[in-house]
T-cell receptor, first 116, second 114 residues
Framework: ETGVTQTPRHLVMGMTNKKSLKCEQH?????MYWYKQSAKKPLELMFV???????ENNSVPSRFSPECPNSSHLFLHLHTLQPEDSALYLC???????????????FGQGTRLTVV | QKEVEQDPGPLSVPEGAIVSLNCTYS??????FMWYRQYSRKGPELLMY????GNKEDGRFTAQVDKSSKYISLFIRDSQPSDSATYLC??????????????FGQGTILTVHP
C-alpha cells in the first residue's frame, strides 16, 4: 500500500460540474505536489506546496484550484473543465529538511479524470 | 525543443536481454537524475537516483549520467517479464523542495516477453 493515497481512483465529470480530488500522505512529509499525466506527454508539474504554503503554480488555468489545509492533505478543486483536461492526476510528496538531506518524491496511484 | 527527450518506444525484448533506456536533456542546471518505473494503472515509483555525473548500480539496474553530453541511461540486465512497465527519466535542478519539482521525459514503454 502506497504511503500516498488518492481518491477517487476514477472520475467522470461534465464540463459544468464541480468536483474535488483528494490526496493524503502518511509519510510525515512537508512538501506536496500535483502532477498531470496526459497520453503521449510527459508528466507536468502543476503545483507545489511546502509546509502548506503554495510555492509554485506552473501556469495552471484557474479552473484548477489547489488547497492544502495541512501538510498531510492536498486537494485539487475542479470546475468548468474542458475535455482536453482529461488525464491522470498524480499527487506526490517529499521531505525537505532544509539541511541538504531530502527524500525522493513518492507518488500516489493517481485519479483518472475524464471530462465529457 | 523539449527540456527532456526520451524515446517513447515501445521497446520489446526477450527475457534475459540487456535493456538500454536513454534520455537527453537541454538544461545544464539539472544535477539530480532519477529513473521511475510506472506499471499500468499505478503511480510512478523511484527506481534509481543519481547526483551529478557518474554510475550507480543496484542489483540488475545501472544508472549512468554524463553531464558533459547531457545524456543519462538506465541499463537493465537479465530482464524479466516483471520488468515490463513504462520507464520515466526525471530531473531536478536543486534539492530541497525542488527535489520533488521534477521535469520528466515522455517515458519508454518496455515489454519483456518470456
Amino acid at each position: 500500500e502506497t504511503g500516498v493515497t488518492q481518491t477517487p481512483r476514477h472520475l467522470v465529470m461534465g464540463m459544468t460540474n464541480k468536483k474535488s480530488l483528494k490526496c493524503e500522505q502518511h509519510l510525515g512529509h512537508n512538501a506536496m505536489y500535483w502532477y498531470k499525466q496526459s497520453a503521449k506527454k510527459p508528466l507536468e508539474l502543476m503545483f507545489v506546496y511546502n509546509f502548506k504554503e503554495q510555492t509554485e503554480n506552473n501556469s495552471v488555468p484557474s479552473r484548477f484550484s489547489p488547497e492544502c489545509p495541512n501538510s498531510s492533505h492536498l486537494f485539487l478543486h475542479l470546475h468548468t473543465l474542458q475535455p482536453e483536461d482529461s488525464a491522470l492526476y498524480l499527487c506526490a510528496s517529499s521531505q525537505d529538511t532544509g539541511t541538504g538531506y531530502n527524500t525522493e518524491a513518492f507518488f500516489g496511484q493517481g485519479t483518472r479524470l475524464t471530462v465529457v | 525543443q523539449k527540456e527532456v527527450e526520451q524515446d517513447p518506444g515501445p521497446l520489446s525484448v526477450p527475457e534475459g536481454a540487456i535493456v538500454s533506456l536513454n534520455c537527453t536533456y537541454s538544461n545544464s542546471a539539472f544535477q539530480y537524475f532519477m529513473w521511475y518505473r510506472q506499471y499500468s494503472r499505478k503511480g510512478p515509483e523511484l527506481l534509481m537516483y543519481t547526483y551529478s555525473s557518474g554510475n550507480k548500480e543496484d542489483g540488475r539496474f545501472t544508472a549512468q549520467v554524463d553531464k558533459s553530453s547531457k545524456y543519462i541511461s538506465l541499463f537493465i540486465r537479465d530482464s524479466q517479464p516483471s520488468d515490463s512497465a513504462t520507464y520515466l527519466c526525471a530531473m531536478s535542478a536543486d534539492g530541497g523542495t525542488s527535489y520533488g519539482k521534477l521535469t520528466f521525459g515522455q517515458g519508454t514503454i518496455l515489454t519483456v516477453h518470456p
